[in-house]
T-cell receptor, first 110, second 112 residues
Framework: GIQVEQSPPDLILQEGANSTLRCNFSDSVNNLQWFHQNPWGQLINLFY???GTKQNGRLSATTVATERYSLLYISSSQTTDSGVYFCAVPAQGGSEKLVFGKGTKLTVNP | DSGVTQTPKHLITATGQRVTLRCSPR?????VYWYQQSLDQGLQFLIQ???????AKGNILERFSAQQFPDLHSELNLSSLELGDSALYFCASSYFVAGELFFGEGSRLTVL
């Protein structure tokens, strides 16, 4: 099945710093989602981004489907950005089943 | 607020027992998904329903079952519970099949 690898596994930043999280996947996909799991366990949608670039405030994401990777950029990080960031792709083709990476744990210190 | 409602938020029970987790999807969404998140396995897809019909199945144990009702809410039944079933169970919904997923807050199950 499709493999999803996220890097780095852990990231510690000072408030105000910028960061880039990476998601590599082993096969062609027709959609990709980024999620943020906050310290209380909630999974929050960030982006639905099968290709191209999207921006939402301080966050932006870029997916290069032909090269099988996606990047999540966080600028001017805040303590509320702490948590685990997951990317997820369909198991195969237009599968409804999403396969999640193991996540990047981000800690933003004040 | 994603619009997906899950109950209960927390549940503590004993081995061998049976529990039911409930999910109401976002208004208008026809697809409901169940995921399990445990420390060692990460986020695992269990099962998906679309408009009342089972659509896709993942690594769901035979002791677990689910259904989606005519009003589109869904229930996940977990029986003969074991310690290893302790996990966070998420429900998600989407409008399109394989569309953008929106997750509920999860039901944290602890089996003692």
């Amino acid at each position: 099945g499709i493999q999803v690898e996220q890097s780095p596994p852990d990231l510690i930043l000072q408030e105000g710093a910028n960061s880039t999280l990476r998601c590599n996947f082993s096969d062609s996909v027709n959609n990709l989602q980024w999620f943020h799991q906050n310290p209380w366990g909630q999974l929050i949608n960030l982006f639905y981004i099968p290709s191209g670039t999207k921006q939402n405030g301080r966050l932006s994401a870029t997916t290069v489907a032909t090269e099988r990777y996606s990047l999540l950029y966080i600028s001017s990080s805040q303590t509320t950005d702490s948590g685990v960031y997951f990317c997820a792709v369909p198991a195969q083709g237009g599968s409804e089943k999403l396969v999640f990476g193991k996540g990047t744990k981000l800690t933003v210190n004040p | 607020d994603s619009g997906v409602t899950q109950t209960p938020k927390h549940l503590i029970t004993a081995t061998g027992q049976r529990v039911t987790l409930r999910c109401s999807p976002r208004s208008g969404d026809l697809s409901v998904y169940w995921y399990q998140q445990s420390l060692d396995q990460g986020l695992q897809f269990l099962i998906q329903y679309y408009n009342g019909e089972e659509r896709a199945k993942g690594n769901i144990l035979e002791r677990f079952s689910a259904q989606q009702f005519p009003d589109l809410h869904s229930e996940l039944n977990l029986s003969s519970l074991e310690l290893g079933d302790s996990a966070l169970y998420f429900c998600a919904s989407s409008y399109f099949v394989a569309g953008e997923l929106f997750f509920g807050e999860g039901s944290r199950l602890t089996v003692l």
